[in-house]
Structure formats: C-alpha cells, structure tokens
C-alpha cells in the first residue's frame, strides 16, 4: 500500500504530507493489513508480526490520526496518546 493511499481510511493530507517528507513511501504488509482491519476504526486490534516489520509505526500512525481527527473537530484540544513496546526487546536491539 502506497503512503498516499492513506487518505482512502480518512488519514488527513497533514500526515501523509509529513510521512512523505520524512521518507515515506510504502507500508509494510503488517501495516496495510492492520488499516484494512479497522486501525482508523477505533477497534483494538492485536498485532503479532515479525521483528522489523514496522509494529511500532501501527500504533504512532493510530495515535497521530486519531489526535489530528479529534484536534480538528477541538480547536482546545489537549489530546493525549500513549503508546507502550516490550522494553526488553527494544533494548536488546540497541546493544
């Protein structure tokens, strides 16, 4: 799926402007599945996919969509996201 796809699930052009800067291109198949399967749904999901296929970018590309719906429509937004990973595995990767 191609980063400018991402305006088809309601993602606002600001994102997939600011991905494309930062280099963005396509998503890996773990992310594509987890949009068709409701990410900007607000269903929960549970993704299990293998070391490197962008796990973390799931749950960032959930947050900032959902801070920028929720900002746009609350011009005194304060919106708040948390997003936690397995710390171990983290930094066993940076060693």
Same mark, same amino acid.
């Given at each position: 799926? /191609?980063?400018?796809? *991402?305006? %088809?699930? #309601?993602?606002?052009?600001? +994102?997939? %402007?600011? *991905?494309?800067?930062?280099?963005?291109?396509?998503?890996?198949?773990?992310?594509? #599945? &987890?949009?068709? !399967?409701?990410?900007? %749904?607000?269903?929960?999901?549970? +993704?299990?996919?293998?070391? !490197?296929?962008?796990?973390?970018?799931?749950?960032?590309?959930? &947050?900032?969509?959902? *801070?920028?719906?929720?900002?746009? /429509? !609350? /011009?005194?937004?304060?919106?708040? &996201?948390?997003?936690?990973?397995?710390?171990?595995?983290?930094? *066993? /990767?940076? +060693?």
């Amino acid at each position: 799926m /191609r980063i400018e796809e *991402l305006s %088809d699930f #309601g993602v606002s052009e600001s +994102i997939i %402007d600011k *991905l494309k800067e930062l280099g963005f291109e396509t998503l890996t198949s773990a992310q594509a #599945g &987890a949009i068709q !399967n409701g990410l900007f %749904d607000k269903k929960s999901l549970l +993704i299990s996919a293998p070391t !490197n296929t962008g796990k973390t970018f799931i749950g960032e590309l959930a &947050a900032y969509s959902y *801070l920028a719906m929720h900002c746009a /429509r !609350n /011009r005194s937004c304060r919106g708040k &996201a948390m997003h936690s990973t397995p710390t171990l595995t983290v930094g *066993l /990767r940076s +060693i």
